[in-house]
């Protein structure tokens, strides 16, 4: 089993849909849980973090953590063709200062 | 302010040679991370420092593998006797504190694209 699973996508769904990804992690302990996004050819860059379970909403965003699953996910509202791009799920690993990122799931929303 | 820079941008070199990648992090920042990301895949961390302190190499692949930051600000990391399989983009990123469980937004340099021939 990956340490973070993402399904690769790639994704796709119309302007103005709801874009679900969905990420899944080993560690147990883990107590915090970040998404970044990553345009191709450029370096990821922060757009949530979540360390409770329950959902979190930031805009267009809503990160939703279940810690008794292993699982966190992010939807994106009111997809725009800017929000095409690589969405990296990331997890502190538990008593380390260990990051470990996901292969990362490709969004492309279509105009 | 400025954010993360590394040097080069890229770096072409032959199998055998040695090679340094130097990341300067965001002025203050206390946490510095390098991570290796190929293509299509997510960042694979190699290293975490606090301050100059090297608190996790847990991720370096092999010996060849090092990294310091002795005044904890620039680090480097050095791969000797280079491998094809070494050819990458490495990464660093840095964060404003330092504990375990970090949870401040990790913010990344532009990457050095490592070619291996």
């Known amino acids: 089993q990956k340490e973070v699973e993402q399904n690769s996508g790639p994704l796709s769904v119309p302007e103005g849909a709801i874009a679900s990804l969905n990420c899944t992690y080993s560690?147990?302990?883990?107590?915090?849980f970040f998404w970044y996004r990553q345009y191709s050819g450029k370096s990821p860059e922060l757009i949530m973090s979540i360390y409770s379970n329950g959902d979190k909403e930031d805009g267009r965003f809503t990160a939703q953590l279940n810690k008794a699953s292993q699982y966190v996910s992010l939807l994106i509202r009111d997809s725009q063709p800017s929000d095409s791009a690589t969405y990296l799920c990331a997890v502190n690993w538990a008593g380390g200062f260990k990051t470990i990122f996901g292969a990362g799931t490709r969004l492309f929303v279509k105009a | 302010g400025a954010g993360v820079s590394q040097s080069p941008r890229y770096k072409v070199t032959k199998r055998g040679q040695d090679v340094a990648l130097r990341c300067d992090p965001i002025s203050g920042h206390v946490s510095l991370y390098w991570y290796r990301q190929a293509l299509g895949q997510g960042p694979e961390f190699l290293t975490y420092?606090?301050?100059?302190?090297?608190?996790?190499k847990s991720g370096l692949p092999n010996d060849r593998f090092s990294a310091e930051r002795p005044e904890g600000s620039i680090s480097t990391l050095t791969i000797q006797r280079t491998e094809q399989r070494d050819s990458a983009m490495y990464r660093c990123?840095?964060?404003?504190?330092?504990?375990?469980?970090?949870?401040?937004?990790?913010?990344f340099g532009p990457g050095t694209r490592l070619t291996v021939l």
């Open positions: 990123a840095s964060t404003w504190t330092a504990r375990a469980d970090n949870t401040d937004t990790q913010y």
């Open positions: 420092f606090n301050y100059e302190a090297q608190q996790d």
């Open positions: 560690d147990r302990g883990s107590q915090s």
